[in-house]
């Protein structure tokens, strides 16, 4: 879903529902794993502990996330958490083929990938890419 008013982009971005096949194969891979973690130790606390781990390390996959460009900030809305940075806080931008990683470094760093924020692209990788472009002029990460 996107929807673009005037100055503010917004669209909502669920993997899970993108590919069936890899989200099935996902779901039967989590499964397998949970399986032999409770037959390996026959314990069902360490089956509780990795089944919290694994579906917390992929709730991005999992569960929508909402993003809104705005004239004057970034919002990032997820079930358990939002977002919220100013355009001037990002000074670099590197897109790719799902989404553009937006930094706060003028120049590349492996800090970039913890420091940065992701944008996943729904169907609108251009309109995106062309409303980032207006906010961060000065030095495109291509």
């Known amino acids: 879903m996107i929807v673009s008013q005037g100055t503010e982009i917004k669209w909502v971005v669920h993997p899970v529902k993108k590919n069936w096949k890899v989200s099935a194969f996902l779901v039967f891979f989590l499964i397998a794993i949970c399986a032999s973690i409770y037959f390996s130790f026959d314990s069902l606390i360490f ?4 089944i919290v781990f694994l579906f917390c390390s992929l709730l991005p996959f999992f569960l929508p996330t909402t993003y809104i460009l705005q004239d004057e900030r970034i919002v990032v ?3 358990f958490r939002e977002i919220s940075r100013q ?3 990002f000074k670099r931008y590197y897109p790719d083929r799902n989404g553009v990683l937006l930094s706060p470094f003028p120049y590349v760093t492996r800090l970039e ?3 940065g924020l ?3 692209f729904g169907n609108n990788r251009d309109d995106v890419i ?3 472009k207006e906010k961060i002029r000065d030095n495109e990460g291509y």
């Open 47 to 50: 089956l509780i502990i990795s």
């Open 113 to 115: 990938n913890f420091r």
């Open 77 to 79: 809305k997820s079930l």
């Open 87 to 89: 355009w001037d806080y």
């Open 118 to 120: 992701y944008l996943r």
């Open 130 to 132: 062309r409303f980032i």
